[in-house]
């Protein structure tokens, strides 16, 4: 661990990652935004009332500077120095959660009873509700296309709704590394229905020759 405090130009110097830390600070902060913004509309919709939501900056920075800690480390296991976007996001999701970056100030709205259950749920966790939407946004960077089968195509976005709940418990409750986030994601891009970045599974070994 590398405590922020003791110095970000240091810590950059030594890690050779700062345009990739600062980009994906940047990255990240107006995805919080938008989040944010998003949440704040519904709830005005809903509730007729404005919510307070705090951004800390700093625990952002020391959550990137632990997500890339972990990540550098990797390289000395691993034959690259650029691990696959769903990877980095997992690790990036880990330690954003651990920090608790966004803060719910105005709490009461969970007691609001023109909110459903789901989005009293969401506003609680709300570190863990933006962080359902970098994993996915991580595993699916372009919009997901509609394919011949369009029922097929109905049942895999109606699936994917519900597997966004379930993403939302498992980081709340169930999450207990990065790993296990990591492949709780990577299996959801198996299915043949959505297309996936061809980064993900980019690899020296032909598939062919699996027996």
Request: proline fraction near 2%; charged fraction near 25%; glycine fraction near 2%.
């Given at each position: 661990m590398y405590i922020i405090f003791k110095g970000l130009d240091e810590w950059f110097k030594r890690s050779g990652l700062e345009t990739r830390l600062k980009n994906t600070e940047r990255e990240i902060i107006k995805a919080i935004q938008d989040y944010i913004l998003n949440i704040s509309n519904f709830i005005i919709k809903k509730t007729g009332r404005q919510?307070?939501?705090?951004?800390?900056?700093?625990?952002?920075?020391?959550?990137?500077?632990?997500?890339?800690?972990?990540?550098?480390?990797?390289?000395n296991y691993h034959f690259t120095d650029d691990p696959n976007p769903i990877k980095e996001m997992s690790y990036i999701v880990f330690w954003l959660i651990r920090r608790k970056v966004i803060v719910l100030k105005t709490e009461d709205i969970v007691y609001d009873d023109n909110l459903t259950d789901i989005a009293k749920v969401r506003m609680i966790f709300l570190n863990e509700a933006f962080c359902v939407n970098?994993?996915?946004?991580?595993?699916?960077?372009?919009?997901?296309?509609?394919?011949?089968?369009?029922?097929?195509?109905?049942?895999?976005?109606?699936?994917?709704?519900?597997?966004?709940?379930?993403?939302?418990?498992?980081?709340?409750y169930r999450m207990d590394s990065p790993k296990s986030l990591e492949a709780e994601v990577l299996a959801l891009t198996v299915d043949p229905i959505y297309e996936v970045d061809p980064v993900i599974w980019a690899s020296p070994i032909d598939p062919s020759e699996d027996f």
């Open positions: 919510i307070e939501v705090l951004v800390s900056e700093n625990l952002l920075k020391q959550a990137l500077i632990d997500a890339y800690d972990d990540l550098k480390r990797l390289t970098l994993l996915l946004a991580a595993a699916f960077p372009k919009q997901v296309s509609r394919k011949n089968c369009s029922d097929l195509f109905e049942n895999g976005i109606r699936q994917l709704k519900y597997y966004k709940r379930y993403l939302l418990y498992y980081l709340v």
